[in-house]
DNA sequence: AGCACGCCGACT
DNA sequence: GTCGGCGTGCTC
């Protein structure tokens, strides 16, 4: 495989394998092959050794092997190449995510300390052959391990045995907070998902564990420390320096059962006799890779389970509809939480209260009122949809929003004494006037979480006030009283949980225009609320209808099966899936024309095309949408099509002799944000 | 990408 | 008859 962002190169070469590198020369291993011509080398990976090759001409010879580790496992790279067909994209695009960058000290140190490991054991085997002792044990295959901890909230050995059957599973997480037996507390879901590890490793299996950010990874870390010996966790995330990261990769590859733990691009890792894969909060934007093919941790992990035969779960307080799909289809099953302890959820219409700053800062009076009850005893958590002061600034003479003189960007507070400064540019708007009026001062609207603590900080002067929000977020705080003001999605885990939960902005989340903006509230609002403690209130303000609803019943699961139902009758992702066509109007036209010419007859129905609408650059876009059925002919027909415009590229008359024009064609499958 | 091959216009 | 322009296509 060349590691080449050429999509005409995407495909196996054969090369002759000289007899000073027949040693090293094994699948996985880094190495060096000339291509095209004398001199010219590309880098790559072996990935298959044959006595016959494929190719009937003359075969060139394997230059250089760059290192003897094989980084790309057999079957890393048909999850590689399975990935990269589905999204129509380049194989090593793929590769590259899955395999971090080498690290010569590091993979030096590795392999001198694997070879003295092998040196040890071979002692220890002659030692035990003279000795005629005991053979080593072998993990049990009958299933339970002594001295495990039950996975508790679900049915009696429920998710036990769904893992042992290597079962698909949409797991419904508990939505409270859990102290581990080291006495730190997180959320009970990385509780769940580390007794769901620590089991599949007294299988004798490996895990995979994927979380949207390090926040949720350093709980789950917590929690995973309690249940195994910290040389079983390996930790693969975007914090670690290089070094770190191919040290970890490195022991990923050691023949030894690990739980590998990180962020979307975990989902990739090699693993020794992988028995599980699972997801928390797949919903989560986070999970979506944003390097091409653009292939979400979820997607990946559905080939990567369907190609190990592993177990597979979907862990999430809101299901996502991706996911409700999956089990309204049968393909993975529900595992719902024994319903003991529901949140309790308050909806609360804005009826406003008399104190000063409740009324300033929209509170109802009973929220209010819960909220300086709870704090007499614990921490309160209040959710705010943003940070700084004032998320937006108005000309205070015509109400007009405020714009940078610089570029025109919107306007906001950092903080209560900062001068107010562009979103944008970041230009520090000092001799503002109003385009519209001339006037000079501003206005400010909203609260954003600094000025929201302020507030409350002069409605509460005895109380400690923590923020925790983008620039500074925390991941815990203590049982002791406070206010802790957070923007969603960075809400620290409270000992023993909140006293109360406040959600303010909930009508400000639900006016962003977006396809899954009721989805994406009710994972925010569920995340929160499951911070709370055990029967705490959990108020939401300014929130009605079905989203309130589902909250109070903490029935997500209907939720989302509605949202699926919405999206089937208007034909919208996931009920189908969508793939986007850009390019120069003919290439867009022909691709669409062969799409129509590939899926055809009765499958006619199964596909339709939105556009062309014009893009940048001279080029138009069509929204392609196709039933999950007719995925792989529509992948492999623009595949095609991305290949023969990378071929054989028109030059513009009239530029000058070298210009080379960018490809005249571009897909990209699932894009969530397309029909936003 | 980047280089070789080939087809057509201008030249000793 | 040949030299070299650049468009086209291939890379084990």
């Given at each position: 495989m060349l590691e080449s962002l050429l999509p005409q190169l995407d495909r196996l070469f054969d090369y002759r394998i000289p007899e000073r590198l027949a040693p090293d020369a094994r699948p996985g291993v880094r190495v060096k092959v000339p291509l095209r011509s004398a001199g010219r080398m590309t880098s790559g990976y072996i990935v298959e050794v044959t006595a016959h090759a494929d190719f009937s001409g003359t075969l060139s010879e394997l230059e250089e092997v760059v290192s003897a580790v094989p980084v790309l496992t057999p079957e890393v790279w048909a999850l590689a190449r399975s990935v990269a067909d589905r999204a129509a994209g380049n194989a090593s695009d793929v590769v590259r995510l899955a395999v971090p960058p080498r690290q010569v000290r590091v993979e030096k140190a590795f392999v001198a300390r694997r070879a003295k490991a092998a040196e040890a054991a071979a002692t220890a085997a002659v030692v035990a052959a003279a000795g005629n002792t005991e053979s080593p044990e072998s993990a049990d295959p009958s299933g339970d391990t002594p001295n495990r901890t039950p996975i508790a909230g679900y049915g009696d050995n429920v998710i036990e045995t769904a893992l042992y059957r290597r079962a698909r599973l949409s797991i419904t997480a508990i939505p409270t907070v859990r102290q581990t037996s080291a006495g730190e507390w997180v959320g009970a879901w990385a509780e769940t998902m580390a007794a769901m590890a620590a089991f599949t490793l007294g299988l004798g299996r490996s895990s995979i564990l994927v979380v949207p950010d390090y926040r949720d990874q350093d709980q789950l870390e917590t929690a995973l420390r309690a249940h195994v010996d910290d040389a079983d966790i390996a930790r693969l995330d975007a914090r670690q320096t290089n070094p770190e990261r191919y040290a970890h990769f490195l022991s990923c590859l050691e023949e030894r059962p690990r739980i590998i733990i990180g962020n979307r691009s975990v989902v990739y890792a090699p693993a020794f006799e992988l028995g599980l894969i699972a997801l928390w909060d797949d919903g989560d934007p986070l999970h979506d890779e944003p390097l091409s093919p653009y292939v979400s941790s979820r997607d990946v992990a559905l080939i990567r389970q369907a190609q190990s035969g592993s177990a597979l779960a979907f862990v999430s307080h809101s299901r996502s509809s991706e996911v409700q799909r999956l089990v309204e289809l049968g393909f993975v099953d529900d595992v719902p939480q024994n319903p003991k302890f529901l949140p309790n959820v308050i909806p609360t219409s804005a009826q406003v209260s008399g104190d000063a700053f409740a009324q300033s800062a929209r509170i109802p009076?009973?929220?209010?009122?819960?909220?300086?009850?709870?704090?007499?005893?614990?921490?309160?958590?209040?959710?705010?949809?943003?940070?700084?002061?004032?998320?937006?600034?108005?000309?205070?003479?015509?109400?007009?929003?405020?714009?940078?003189?610089?570029?025109?960007?919107?306007?906001?507070?950092?903080?209560?004494?900062?001068?107010?400064?562009?979103?944008?540019?970041?230009?520090?708007?000092?001799?503002?006037?109003?385009?519209?009026?001339?006037?000079?001062?501003?206005?400010?609207?909203?609260?954003?979480?600094?000025?929201?603590?302020?507030?409350?900080?002069?409605?509460?002067?005895?109380?400690?006030?923590?923020?925790?929000?983008?620039?500074?977020?925390?991941?815990?705080?203590?049982?002791?009283?406070?206010?802790?003001?957070?923007?969603?999605?960075?809400?620290?885990?409270?000992?023993?949980?909140?006293?109360?939960?406040?959600?303010?902005?909930?009508?400000?989340?639900?006016?962003?225009?977006?396809?899954?903006?009721?989805?994406?509230?009710?994972?925010?609002?569920?995340?929160?609320?499951?911070?709370?403690?055990?029967?705490?209130?959990?108020?939401?303000?300014?929130?009605?209808?079905?989203?309130?609803?589902?909250?109070?019943?903490?029935?997500?699961?209907?939720?989302?099966?509605?949202?699926?139902?919405?999206?089937?009758?208007?034909?919208?992702?996931?009920?189908?899936?969508?793939?986007?066509?850009?390019?120069?109007?003919?290439?867009?036209?022909?691709?669409?024309?062969?799409?129509?010419?590939?899926?055809?007859?009765?499958?006619?129905?199964?596909?339709?095309?939105?556009?062309?609408?014009?893009?940048?650059?001279?080029?138009?876009?069509?929204?392609?949408?196709?039933?999950?059925?007719?995925?792989?002919?529509?992948?492999?027909?623009?595949?095609?099509?991305?290949?023969?415009?990378?071929t054989s590229r028109r030059k513009i008359p009239g530029r000058p002799a070298n210009f080379r024009p960018p490809p005249s064609l571009r897909v990209r499958f699932d894009d969530t944000e397309i029909l936003d």
């Open positions: 009076s009973s929220a209010w009122m819960a909220a300086r009850k709870a704090l007499e005893t614990g921490p309160v958590l209040i959710q705010v949809a943003r940070p700084g002061y004032a998320p937006v600034l108005a000309c205070a003479s015509c109400t007009n929003p405020a714009h940078c003189l610089v570029c025109d960007g919107p306007l906001r507070t950092q903080s209560k004494n900062s001068p107010p400064s562009c979103v944008l540019c970041g230009a520090i708007a000092a001799q503002w006037q109003c385009r519209h009026c001339e006037g000079t001062t501003f206005r400010l609207i909203g609260q954003g979480s600094a000025r929201t603590a302020e507030e409350l900080g002069r409605a509460f002067p005895a109380t400690r006030i923590i923020v925790s929000d983008g620039t500074r977020s925390l991941t815990d705080v203590s049982e002791a009283p406070a206010l802790v003001i957070a923007t969603r999605g960075a809400e620290p885990v409270a000992a023993g949980g909140y006293h109360a939960v406040l959600l303010l902005d909930g009508e400000r989340m639900l006016a962003r225009e977006s396809l899954t903006v009721a989805e994406d509230c009710l994972r925010w609002w569920s995340n929160a609320i499951a911070l709370a403690a055990p029967r705490a209130p959990a108020i939401i303000v300014g929130v009605g209808g079905e989203l309130a609803r589902t909250l109070v019943t903490w029935q997500q699961n209907r939720f989302a099966s509605d949202e699926l139902a919405d999206r089937r009758r208007l034909r919208f992702p996931p009920a189908v899936r969508v793939a986007t066509v850009k390019g120069t109007p003919e290439a867009v036209a022909g691709a669409v024309k062969e799409l129509h010419d590939s899926v055809h007859g009765e499958d006619s129905a199964k596909i339709d095309v939105l556009g062309p609408v014009p893009d940048e650059d001279d080029f138009v876009r069509s929204i392609v949408r196709f039933d999950y059925s007719v995925g792989q002919v529509v992948a492999a027909t623009l595949r095609a099509a991305v290949i023969r415009n990378a």
